[in-house]
């Protein structure tokens, strides 16, 4: 056994051991713990931002980008933002205990269905410090242990953020290794970590592309993976197009380097003529390069003609691809082909055709009308969210505390016997 | 590209191509499907013995056990329990389309939860050749294709079976592609199945550990597996003795070759010495072999003392692990150790100790004072089931028409854009 292995291996065993102690608190302790977690977070600002400066440090001397070290940074808004992250979850409903069902069988079994934590969550990601306490503080409020692996850029920062959770622990004599930091940067420690199906329950990778195909097609524990999101807009004939403009920028400007910010638009023939030339004037004063079709550079002549991998391509940059489309079913064929299954919005003003959009889209979420930006665990009601899962087992879409938790049977019996 | 590689990958293009079709049906056309595949069945019963025969003598002529033909045979009574399972899962609620949840967001955006189906289920299965029947039902009625691949031995059975059902498919005009057989006996067609990711959403494998632990170490593919049941019944200090006998009879004797069955019982040294002899009376009666721990074999001295190995043990057959147990505490450790998270059952009067078991325990169903046998779909009022999983993400326990189903979000707005 390498040293890696060996480290990996007595982690897990740690984390098995503190998800049992985890899984039995009670609601009030756990939101104590992550109210002082909060507070230490905040109290050791100058701690925490001088282990920060060593992974900023390394990570210029590497050359890495002015966008990388953006979001390595451990700003004050950044570490007031996990702080107050770690108090709304604390306000949030405990998952783990609540009773989704319960019935009477005839032969009088009284059956029921119990929340309770996954056991010990695996969290795989990249750049950002801060998901090491996002994520902690969500699995430790769904009564899970935590194995965190951030990217090794950012191996200081993380420890020191750990750290602080796991005083808040100690402090209520809860074992440390409930949220652990992988500490050391090898790469082994990743392929060492997905293959322990005996220990974790569950593997969540968060980043680029290439690093969440790795780990499910290496993984023998069960991954909850969020891809790409290549999200489009539909814009029906006969919409409103003043609404349909303005949903439209949103989408795609409002935030675009995210994964719900809008990379396809495409417009109804019939309107296209009426709704493009402002659309574009809109676009162009928020910097937004149009990237179209035939059809769309005849309307627009400013727009760049699309490549064919312009379609399906997600630019995470204010560019955007246009198509003028003949009909729904021409536009429900493209979002097939070429969406990710994350975010498709129509806007539109027919009852049928909005329906039919709602209905036979496959993506985690499918608005009528509303921004792609929506897609998020908070925008959509349930509290903070660990990640958006594109595959439709256990999650689609975005997962909150529910959906870090599993349910178990439990009937309430006098003897009753099987007879068939 | 081999030939097997070929047949597979050509048949998961159509499967989800046929998916596409199946998951708009209404459920008024499924059960007519359904209903009309049940009536098949019985009409064909001798053109499916016929093909049934033709497995039967090849595997009397590879000399394979007479439990094995057992289960390979297509009897009357088994092809009438696939017509009438069809049937049933035809008067079962259809989950597709369903919304568990819908709510409204601050800003005016109607947000909801709807249930659709998975896509294409991949089913792999040993010799019972009912599965095929039984599986395919189940994945239709919930709006899914399957594609299932049984034991080799049953190949002529199940592809007889499959064509029943691609007939009635056909006569509705549906594609036949929602149900296919893989019509090829090379152990190449499973690892070729389960490596694609892009066009199957779930495997099911439903066999021997073997079969398990290769699927789910290979599978590129989620997949939902059932492994071993290792059931245990602790009869607590306090318990109605009594009814403790009668359950863990019925519980050991009323099927022992399934994952339901009792393998192990413990029992708390305060009623050991009274529980032990008339339950050690009931148990000879049935044929039950009994090995016991020490302690055990004091009390009941016809016991055979347990091997180390006999503890954690899927005997599937009527030998019983039996331990004297100091108290809960070391009732819960031994579950832990040797339980396979499959069922777990406490047989006691008190009150705090029942609720800790019914809370502590991490298995798919806990009961207290019932037998281990009703952790199936049917008992525990869900219908009909396509396995148990043991695996705590999308379902724990048994999974029926709801479990081969997601949801997505959906939401219904006026215009609305994010703005923080």
Known sequence: ???????????????????????????QIKDEVLTRTAERILESRSLLQQQNEKDLRAAEQKGLPAPFLDRLTLSDSVIE???????????????????????????GLTVGKIRIPLGVVGMIYESRPNVTID???????????????????????????????QESLAAFSLPRAAVQVIRVPDREAVSELIKLEEELDLIIPRGGEELIRFVAHNSRVPVLKHYKGVCHAFVDAGADLETAR????????????????????????????????????????NGVEIRGCPRTCRIIPEARPAAAEDFGREFLDLILAVRVVDDLDQALEHVKQYGSRHTEVILSNDYARTNRFLGEV????????????????AQLGLGA??????????????????ELTSTKFIAYGQGQCREG
């Open 135 to 165: 994520a902690a503080g969500l699995c430790f409020k769904s009564g899970n242990a935590v194995i965190l692996r951030g990217g090794s850029e950012a191996l200081h920062s993380n420890l020191a953020l750990a750290e602080v959770f």
């Open 362 to 377: 496959d993506a985690s979420l499918v608005l009528a009308n509303a921004s792609t930006r929506f897609n998020d665990g």
């Open 1 to 27: 056994m390498s040293d890696v292995q060996t480290l990996v291996g007595s982690m897990a065993a740690a984390a098995v051991e503190a998800a049992g102690e985890v899984a039995k608190l009670s609601s």
């Open 81 to 107: 933002g996990m702080a107050s992250g770690l108090q709304e979850v604390a306000c949030l409903p405990d998952p783990v205990g609540s009773v989704p069902g319960m019935w009477k069988r005839p032969n």
């Open 246 to 285: 303005a949903v439209c920028l949103n989408s795609k400007v409002q935030r675009p380097g995210v994964c719900n910010a809008l990379e396809g638009l495409l417009v109804h023939r019939d309107v296209a003529q009426e709704f493009l030339p402002p659309m574009a004037d809109e676009f162009k004063k």
């Open 385 to 402: 969210e660990i990640g958006i899962s594109t595959s439709k087992l256990h999650a689609y879409g975005p997962m909150g505390l529910e």
